[in-house]
T-cell receptor, first 112, second 113 residues
Framework: DVKVTQSSRYLVKRTGEKVFLECVQD?????MFWYRQDPGLGLRLIYF???????EKGDIPEGYSVSREKKERFSLILESASTNQTSMYLC???????????FGEGSWLTVV | GENVEQHPSTLSVQEGDSAVIKCTYS??????FPWYKQELGKRPQLIID?????GEKKDQRIAVTLNKTAKHFSLHITETQPEDSAVYFC????????????FGGGTRVLVKP
């Protein structure tokens, strides 16, 4: 069974803080993704990575960066958190570009 | 990514009735159309998907239909049960970019016993 684990389920951070959201998958998947989920807007792709140290911008990359130093780990970074980044963040992975995407449980981030 | 419009945003049905959710997209190159179900407080999970070389796919009580000419695809749930209550998301792959997906806004389905 594929497991995508997001280390923090609930976070509260202050405006201007640097925030790290960590994600680990245990199935040797090539591709990893970070999505943001907001009511009525569905899931919007922030960044994805198709290999170690490779990354590509999604639809809403502004204000975010990512890091993939190891195949199993994909980190989302908010350099200077703002209140409009309060949201649910979902990490996901897939074996290849034509394979099913598996999601983590999500990280609820509140920026105050 | 290319938008996908999903309707309705909420759907309330009586247990045993059918539920239909429709999505419309604009990118002619799209060829993969998955549907995800997200129960309250849980992760989205794939429930069914369809590729552009077929018009319909069925798995027990759920089915998906695809009309590439009209650029819309639909999820059909028959004989609904309380455990079908969830948020459902459609998605597609703009520009046939594999699983770099664009999602619809979601439909909250409530099945009343």
């Amino acid at each position: 069974d594929v497991k995508v684990t997001q280390s923090s389920r609930y976070l509260v951070k202050r405006t201007g803080e640097k925030v790290f959201l960590e994600c680990v998958q245990d199935m040797d998947h090539e591709n990893m993704f970070w999505y943001r989920q907001d009511p009525g807007l569905g899931l919007r792709l922030i960044y994805f990575s198709y290999d170690v140290k490779m990354k590509e911008k999604g639809d809403i990359p502004e204000g975010y960066s990512v890091s993939r130093e190891k195949k199993e780990r994909f980190s989302l970074i908010l350099e200077s958190a703002s209140t409009n980044q309060t949201s649910m963040y979902l990490c996901a992975s897939s074996l290849g570009l034509r394979n099913t995407i598996y999601f983590g449980e999500g990280s609820w981030l509140t920026v105050v | 990514g290319e938008n996908v419009e999903q309707h309705p945003s909420t759907l309330s049905v009586q247990e045993g009735d059918s539920a239909v959710i429709k999505c419309t997209y604009s990118d002619s190159a799209s060829n993969y159309f998955p549907w995800y179900k997200q129960e309250l407080g849980k992760r989205p999970q794939l429930i069914i998907d369809i590729r552009s070389n077929v018009g319909e796919k069925k798995d027990q009580r759920i089915a998906v239909t695809l009309n590439k000419t009209a650029k819309h695809f639909s999820l059909h749930i028959t004989e609904t049960q309380p455990e079908d209550s969830a948020v459902y998301f459609c998605a597609h792959d703009p520009e046939a970019a594999g699983n770099k997906l664009t999602f619809g806004g979601g439909t909250r389905v409530l099945v009343k016993p």
